[in-house]
């Protein structure tokens, strides 16, 4: 048989223990909701390096249509994005970022 100090060392042993597993278990599904999260942004991020090739083309077919339409809607719309359309090049225009 245990002693009463033996008893209760016993048993404040195991209540440590399981204390230890609930909180286990609970930092266990925050780090999964957490690396979901940043699978996710890796995800967006791979994704926006592709399409950025198909955006500078857009910009480009954009800014030529403007020039040679002479297009000032247009050209300012891309201003107020940061794109400056320079008609220095009547064939091609020359889009910088």
Known sequence: M??????WILTGGGALALGLLASNI????????VAGELEERQLYVQESAQLEVLYQDIAKS???VALRSNDTAVIAMLATQGIKVSPN???A?????
């Not at 245990?2 to 008893?7: A, E, I, N, V």
């Not at 609970?26 to 909701?33: D, E, F, H, I």
């Not at 225009?93 to 970022?97: G, L, M, N, S, T």
Request: zero cysteines; charged letters at 25%.
């Open 2 to 7: 245990l002693s009463k100090t033996q008893y």
């Open 26 to 33: 609970w930092l266990y599904a925050g780090n999964r909701k």
């Open 62 to 64: 954009l800014a030529e």
């Open 89 to 91: 090049q009547p064939a």
């Open 93 to 97: 225009a020359q889009v910088e970022r």
